[in-house]
């Protein structure tokens, strides 16, 4: 645009003089980012109607009107790398390939004051590098960057990346922090930090004072939770090593931290990742004896990543056969957690793990599996995802492999489970089913509409209609006004169909109406009760039954609500299979519930009634 042009439209928009210097960068050539239409390049200005027409990858040939692009538009430097790879393509893949470094400081020169916010770097360089490959790319070039003396890089995502005038090596970068820090915390990671930079450059740096105030933090922090004390103290000794100190002397030590067995699960659940493998090698040397049992209480209630290096330690250490069996006790007495059921189907087709695991692909694993989705579901204060539920879906293929000894019946039960779990939207349920239907036919009929379009009352607890009934006054009340606020908002930006704003405020409108009308739903079929109408001389809902099973050994069940359930304290809801087979019957009467590959025969032998907080 020409001066003239670039008058005329403040002219006609005042409020457009302050963005004076870009409207004449609009240029013909000129390459640009728009906030919805991403990267583009201006073909021309037409005098007469006002508009920019601008080639966009995804769409060619599209007119704007300037004084919109002013405020959702950034028109590049010669020098921005988008531009570089538009142009000169070769030298920009040669240099993500080979010199990743060099290209973050090429991008940082092309900022004011060679200085830019994590967020906004990162999503330039992820259109220079390509969305798919950019997560994977990003994170080797951050540790690249960490021992770059040219490039200040951020402790926090709030802060920014800093091209320095003058060098400064990583080491001596790490010291100074060190120094400045008040934070127990801050201390432990700049001394791990500091480590890595020594052992790489094989440095003979005086790392003394360093030594000592990470000692003292271990050793007098009140910031420091157990778990934070123990890696303090892991990274004091590596740190020791490295000047040459007797780790020994050192209190406290990793031991000492470690002595009371009892402390094992909470400290386990807040190590980092990284220190998961050390963690369990400590606890062996320091309980020999008590080891294998340690981690196996570990793995029972284990998250994450742990779960996995429990698994790999017990397996390493030759416990490959107990493993086995304690997964098939824990799957009997339906204690098996979801991180560990998550771990069993993925490892199922392992070559490390298959023989391991043959036994428990079976009917009676979905079973479990349905349980700990359900479980969780009915745990959660908000609809979040659950892993358990998300790779029932994705995998199109383990259904199929754990029906794949099943027989009709014990299906359909399973099929009737699924329909029933509080962890699954009406449409993935639809879905799940329709793969149990591919390998047994008859189960359609679970899915033939009622004549008379009933549906079935839910009997539940106070507790759990609450649960429910504030997530849907939650979204009623609060999320669905401020998504229409949100909505309203991004009306004014202009051009809904450029209008990124308003599209994501749409989408969040259609998720928040699904789940109120799924509330709506589960809420009118809701009947509360107190579980006082249950009767002593036969099972019912409010109702606890000590069970006689076929090895001998009894449990003593609470049958509750329809949202009800605690595995860990043996209660279940009134809609599980083994819940609806113990309906109406009596002592001494013997149950066989079919929800898995193989039947199970229990007994009652007493029947009592649930008093509410008891």
């Given at each position: 645009?020409n001066?003239?042009?670039?008058?005329?439209?403040?002219?006609k928009?005042?409020?457009?003089?302050?963005?004076?210097?870009?409207l004449?960068?609009?240029?013909?050539?000129?390459y640009?980012?728009?906030?919805?239409?991403?990267?583009?390049?201006?073909?021309?200005?037409?005098?007469?109607?006002?508009?920019?027409?601008i080639?966009?990858?995804?769409?060619?040939?599209?007119?704007?009107d300037?004084?919109f692009?002013?405020?959702?538009?950034?028109?590049?430097?010669?020098?921005h790398?988008?531009?570089?790879?538009?142009?000169?393509?070769?030298?920009?893949?040669?240099?993500?390939?080979?010199s990743?470094?060099?290209?973050v400081?090429e991008a940082?020169?092309c900022?004011?004051?060679?200085?830019?916010?994590?967020?906004?770097?990162e999503?330039?360089?992820?259109?220079?590098?390509?969305?798919?490959?950019f997560?994977?790319?990003?994170?080797g070039?951050?540790?690249?960057?960490v021992?770059d003396?040219?490039?200040a890089?951020?402790?926090?995502?709030?802060?920014c990346?800093v091209?320095r005038e003058?060098?400064?090596s990583?080491?001596?970068e790490?010291?100074?922090q060190?120094?400045?820090?008040?934070?127990?915390?801050?201390?432990?990671?700049?001394?791990?930090g500091?480590?890595?930079?020594?052992?790489?450059?094989?440095?003979?740096a005086d790392l003394?004072?360093v030594?000592?105030?990470?000692?003292d933090?271990?050793?007098?922090?009140?910031?420091?939770?157990?778990?934070q004390?123990?890696?303090?103290?892991?990274?004091?000794d590596?740190?020791?090593?490295?000047?040459?100190?007797?780790a020994?002397?050192?209190?406290?030590?990793?031991?000492?931290l470690?002595a009371?067995?009892?402390?094992?699960?909470?400290?386990?659940?807040k190590?980092p990742?990284?220190?998961?493998?050390r963690f369990?090698?400590?606890?062996?040397?320091t309980?020999?004896?008590?080891c294998?049992?340690i981690?196996?209480?570990?793995?029972?209630?284990?998250?994450?990543?742990?779960?996995?290096?429990?698994?790999?330690f017990?397996?390493?250490?030759g416990?490959?056969?107990?493993?086995a069996?304690?997964?098939?006790?824990?799957q009997?007495?339906?204690?098996?957690r979801a991180?560990v059921?998550?771990?069993i189907?993925?490892?199922r087709?392992?070559?490390k793990?298959a023989?391991l695991?043959?036994?428990?692909?079976t009917?009676?694993?979905?079973?479990?599996i349905?349980?700990g989705?359900?479980?969780?579901a009915?745990?959660?204060s908000?609809?979040?995802?659950i892993p358990?539920?998300?790779i029932?879906?994705?995998?199109?293929?383990?259904?199929g492999d754990?029906?794949?000894?099943a027989?009709?019946?014990?299906?359909?039960?399973?099929?009737?489970?699924?329909?029933?779990?509080?962890?699954?939207?009406?449409?993935?349920k639809?879905?799940?089913?329709?793969?149990?239907?591919k390998i047994?036919p008859?189960i359609?009929?679970?899915?033939?509409?009622?004549?008379?379009g009933?549906e079935?009352?839910?009997?539940?607890s106070?507790?759990s209609?609450?649960r429910r009934?504030?997530e849907?006054d939650?979204?009623?009340?609060?999320?669905?006004?401020e998504?229409?606020?949100?909505?309203a908002?991004a009306r004014?930006h202009?051009?809904?169909?450029?209008?990124a704003?308003?599209?994501m405020?749409k989408?969040?409108?259609?998720?928040?109406?699904a789940?109120?009308?799924?509330?709506?739903?589960?809420?009118h079929?809701?009947?509360?009760?107190d579980f006082?109408?249950?009767q002593?001389?036969?099972?019912?809902?409010?109702?606890?039954?000590?069970?006689?099973?076929?090895?001998g050994?009894?449990?003593?069940?609470?049958i509750?609500?329809?949202?009800?359930g605690?595995?860990?304290n043996?209660v279940?809801s009134y809609k599980?299979?083994?819940?609806?087979?113990?309906?109406?019957?009596?002592?001494?009467?013997?149950?066989?519930?079919?929800?898995t590959?193989?039947?199970?025969?229990?007994?009652?032998v007493?029947?009592?009634?649930?008093e509410s907080?008891?």
């Amino acid at each position: 645009m020409n001066s003239a042009s670039v008058s005329a439209l403040i002219a006609k928009h005042p409020s457009l003089k302050g963005s004076k210097s870009k409207l004449e960068a609009m240029e013909p050539g000129a390459y640009v980012v728009h906030r919805s239409w991403g990267f583009g390049k201006i073909q021309t200005y037409d005098e007469a109607t006002h508009r920019l027409t601008i080639d966009f990858k995804d769409k060619k040939g599209h007119t704007m009107d300037p004084a919109f692009c002013a405020t959702t538009m950034e028109i590049l430097p010669g020098r921005h790398l988008l531009v570089r790879k538009e142009e000169n393509p070769d030298e920009i893949a040669k240099m993500i390939a080979e010199s990743p470094v060099e290209l973050v400081v090429e991008a940082l020169k092309c900022y004011p004051n060679h200085a830019t916010t994590v967020l906004d770097l990162e999503m330039n360089l992820a259109q220079v590098v390509g969305e798919e490959k950019f997560k994977k790319w990003w994170a080797g070039v951050k540790k690249q960057l960490v021992n770059d003396p040219r490039v200040a890089v951020p402790e926090r995502k709030t802060e920014c990346y800093v091209l320095r005038e003058t060098p400064v090596s990583a080491e001596d970068e790490i010291m100074e922090q060190f120094s400045g820090t008040r934070s127990a915390r801050r201390k432990i990671v700049l001394a791990e930090g500091l480590i890595a930079a020594v052992r790489r450059q094989d440095s003979k740096a005086d790392l003394s004072a360093v030594l000592k105030g990470l000692a003292d933090a271990v050793r007098d922090s009140n910031q420091l939770d157990a778990a934070q004390r123990l890696y303090g103290a892991a990274v004091r000794d590596d740190l020791t090593k490295l000047t040459g100190a007797e780790a020994a002397t050192l209190e406290p030590s990793q031991a000492s931290l470690i002595a009371n067995v009892r402390d094992l699960a909470a400290i386990a659940e807040k190590i980092p990742v990284h220190f998961q493998g050390r963690f369990l090698e400590l606890i062996k040397e320091t309980h020999p004896v008590e080891c294998r049992d340690i981690v196996f209480n570990l793995l029972k209630v284990s998250q994450g990543k742990f779960t996995t290096e429990c698994i790999n330690f017990l397996v390493d250490n030759g416990h490959s056969d107990d493993l086995a069996a304690s997964l098939k006790r824990w799957q009997t007495e339906q204690n098996l957690r979801a991180p560990v059921l998550l771990w069993i189907v993925k490892n199922r087709h392992s070559k490390k793990f298959a023989k391991l695991l043959n036994d428990l692909i079976t009917p009676r694993l979905l079973g479990a599996i349905f349980f700990g989705i359900d479980y969780e579901a009915l745990q959660a204060s908000s609809a979040r995802r659950i892993p358990l539920a998300d790779i029932l879906s994705d995998d199109s293929e383990l259904i199929g492999d754990l029906l794949a000894t099943a027989d009709p019946e014990t299906a359909r039960d399973l099929a009737n489970t699924l329909l029933l779990n509080q962890g699954f939207e009406e449409l993935t349920k639809k879905s799940l089913l329709a793969r149990f239907i591919k390998i047994f036919p008859n189960i359609q009929s679970l899915v033939a509409t009622d004549p008379e379009g009933r549906e079935e009352q839910l009997m539940v607890s106070r507790s759990s209609y609450d649960r429910r009934r504030e997530e849907y006054d939650q979204i009623v009340a609060k999320k669905i006004p401020e998504n229409s606020k949100a909505i309203a908002a991004a009306r004014e930006h202009g051009d809904l169909r450029e209008n990124a704003e308003y599209k994501m405020a749409k989408q969040d409108q259609q998720m928040l109406m699904a789940r109120k009308r799924q509330l709506e739903r589960d809420l009118h079929r809701a009947r509360v009760t107190d579980f006082k109408e249950a009767q002593a001389d036969q099972v019912g809902i409010g109702g606890i039954v000590e069970l006689k099973h076929q090895d001998g050994s009894t449990t003593r069940y609470t049958i509750l609500g329809a949202w009800d359930g605690d595995p860990a304290n043996h209660v279940i809801s009134y809609k599980t299979p083994l819940g609806a087979a113990l309906m109406g019957r009596k002592v001494g009467e013997t149950v066989r519930v079919k929800t898995t590959g193989a039947e199970e025969v229990h007994t009652v032998v007493a029947i009592g009634r649930y008093e509410s907080g008891a």
